[in-house]
């Protein structure tokens, strides 16, 4: 039943939800998904460098796989959590790329020129600074490795400062992340493929026109698109474009309107009310069938693109991203390896090339009048919220795994992490000290 509590219908809450409650709006709450993949990041490099770490290091190389017939798909663990969780992972960022283009922050030219700007100085110096370093070394395919942010982290730096953050400061980091995200798509699209089955690739294509088609005729069945999506990545990731791509472009092509007005989901609810209200509910028929098309007219009031971002975005903050640290940050090390030139170069492009890049670009936009501060912003803070942007962390370690291998794969890793940490320091000491007290 019902029940009213200040003036407000409610519904009746169990024993269970004083524990379920608090835990929804935990996992809701984009910082916190920072705080699990750091503490999946320490327990990596913990059981790495133990007794364990052989163990520990061997979980990941196990084969997992499938037959069907003739066909067989044998990977190892951590290619599983790398070329298909991760999908699940860049589709989210295309769903976010597509909100920000279309009705967030990037929709907005004038708006969307100063993150744009410091994006982009913030891909191309660090990867000036890496390649200066490494140029005709075995290290130098890592160039893209200097040149991700990551987000999760960069909202759990923020988080930490509360208030103290402006909202256009926020605004801009964010805005300037999912940008570095779509430079970074591009990078292990144009730079990491080596060779293409342009059969596999034709039928990849053919599976997205396929998604564009099903949306075009009005199917609203959700496990349609996903057959067809685990299809394109299947197409994508025999044809030798990395599968995260058709996660990407599966995420670009999700619709950003609701397939039912406000008004009319209004006049459903009507209906339903009379249906309650009016003593007709017991004497209804096919009432299980009423309440699925009651349930989905409410879900399609909401856009697609905003739907699976909320559903999906626990599944990746606290499921696939620390999946991936575990798998992919347990680097065995000694302090000795923090002067491995490939970690130094790493290092150099994350807290060095990274500010530098978005705050001279950021600069030169503003004083053509191309772009302009976000309000309650100055350059000092500016300049904390770049090096908050050299935690490359798991974008820089997914791009080291595509470029490099081996004993200069490992190094890299030590570079992403020790930069990563390093850049947060760095950030967060000069946001405290620069933006105005509580």
Request: charge should be negative.
């Amino acid at each position: 039943m019902l029940e009213k509590r200040d003036g407000q219908v409610r519904l009746p809450e169990e024993p269970i939800h004083r524990v379920t409650a608090p835990l929804e709006r935990f996992m809701h709450v984009e910082a916190a998904s920072g705080i699990v993949l750091l503490a999946a990041t320490i327990v990596a490099l913990i059981l790495a460098n133990s007794q364990l770490s052989e163990w520990f290091l061997g979980i990941w190389s196990t084969q997992v796989g499938f037959r069907v017939g003739s066909f067989e798909m044998f990977h190892s663990l951590k290619h599983w959590i790398n070329d298909g969780l991760m999908a699940v992972f860049f589709f989210v960022i295309g769903l976010e790329v597509k909100r920000e283009l279309v009705i967030g922050e990037l929709r907005d030219p004038r708006r969307a020129a100063l993150p744009i700007f410091g994006a982009i100085g913030g891909m191309v110096v660090p990867a000036g600074v890496y390649l200066a370093l490494q140029a005709g070394e075995p290290g130098a395919r890592g160039w893209g490795i200097a040149m991700a942010t990551d987000i999760a982290f960069v909202v759990g730096c923020m988080a930490v400062l509360g208030s103290r953050v402006p909202h256009g400061l926020r605004v801009m980091l964010l805005s300037l992340a999912i940008a570095d995200d779509i430079g970074a798509i591009l990078v292990i699209a144009v730079g990491y493929t080596e060779s293409l089955d342009l059969m596999a690739l034709t039928l990849g294509l053919l599976g997205l026109v396929v998604v564009v088609l099903l949306a075009r005729v009005g199917v609203r069945s959700l496990l349609a698109y996903i057959v067809v999506g685990v299809l394109v990545w299947l197409a994508f990731h025999e044809s030798g474009v990395h599968g995260t791509i058709a996660g990407v472009a599966l995420g670009l092509l999700t619709p950003t309107r609701a397939y039912i007005s406000e008004g009319l989901f209004g006049e459903v609810l009507n209906r339903a009310s009379e249906i309650f209200h009016g003593g007709d509910w017991e004497s209804e028929e096919d009432r299980g069938a009423k309440l699925l098309r009651f349930r989905q007219a409410a879900r399609e009031t909401v856009p697609p693109v905003e739907y699976l971002e909320t559903v999906l975005h626990p599944w990746v903050g606290f499921l696939i991203m620390p999946l991936f640290a575990l798998a992919n940050a347990g680097v065995p090390f000694e302090l000795a390896d923090l002067a491995d030139p490939v970690a130094q170069a790493v290092a150099a492009g994350l807290v060095i090339g990274k500010p530098l890049g978005i705050v001279v670009l950021s600069f030169i936009a503003v004083r053509i009048g191309l772009a302009r501060l976000p309000e309650g912003v100055g350059w000092r803070a500016l300049g904390g919220g770049g090096f908050l942007a050299g935690i490359g962390f798991t974008m820089a370690l997914f791009i080291a795994g595509l470029a490099l291998e081996g004993e200069i794969l490992d190094a890299a890793k030590v570079g992403v992490l020790g930069a990563s940490v390093v850049a947060a320091v760095i950030g967060m000491s000069i946001l405290s000290f620069v933006l105005p007290k509580r």
